[in-house]
């Protein structure tokens, strides 16, 4: 067990949650792990693991890191390489030919996100996602392992070398919610994550304006902008409302976290595109585990869990009505709201969490390297 493994990133950043927190972390218990990864360092050590910060390459062609990954992945004799993003799918399927052992982590339905591409022209999107889908299709059938976040993404792989590993959370280190029984305090509604019009944001914005200046009421926002006009247009929106909504900025992953369990109810208000609908979204899975009702859009494979479970509410995330109906549903209804919350925490604990989801990764390593 004293191959390396080595895990690239040419998108993300290195303390990403999958990456690093999930993954990075899991497989440090076992293994040797170098980590290469966006950040604006050279080289350190965290949780065992050596962690090299490169600079973020051009979007489509990051020629600059595949040279840099290509170098690092030769050098490393009988290590297993693996990466995260679409744009590195050629450089894996070249060390492939070079005899590494190499594992495409796939989080996103590329060819579904190419259709939502507002840069692309519209005329030429459904083609450019039909070629990519071929050729992801085409290199992943070379690649060892190709490891793949819901059954809706695993099926534009081969299915005799493709595994799911969801990307439930984590649970040590995050304890049961104490829930507030004060009435008088101030209902938190929360949303964390990506800024961007398809997640929701002016819908949510709308929402708060119905709900209007309220001391019993408070949403409150955390993540970065997807775009400088999106942030220009936030700021413009909740400055001319009566609104009871905050910017709390973006902050580190356990920050993040810990305000959650300071809120009453999460939201997840992404707009019904290709990429979302067949989608999972970490944060209904936070918003679980940190004891929190959830108001989502109201996708099937949403419902299925969300109200199967009877761990929240959905709405239609283009109407701010039902948003705003949602939230004060719960805002006036407390115990149920907190036993909604306890519902998905109880979830969380038995079925959706990383512990579980390890398993199948050590699993996966230790075939790999009996091979």
Known sequence: MNRKIIILSSVHRWDDTRIFEKEAKSLAKKFNVELHAIGDFDEMEIDGIRVFGHERGSRLFPIKLWIIYFKVALSARESIIHFHDPDLVLLGLILKIFGKTVIYDVHEDVSSQILDKSWIPTIIRKPISWLYNLFEKFCSSYFDTVIVVTEHIKKHFKEENTIIIHNYPRLEGFPLKTYEQNSDSPFRVIYVGLISAERGIFEIIEASKLIGKSPSIEINIIGSFASKIIE?????????????INYLGSLKYKDAMNLLYNSDAGLV???PRPNHIKALPNKIFEYMRAGLPIVSSNFSLWKKIILDNNCGLTIDPLSPEEIAGAIKNLAANRET????????RRLVEKYYNWENEEEKLYDLYEKLIDC
């Open 232 to 244: 220009e247009d936030f700021y413009h929106r909740i400055s001319e409302s009566n609104a009871s």
């Open 269 to 271: 208000c992404f707009h």
């Open 337 to 344: 709201a907190n036993a909604l919350g306890s519902n998905g």
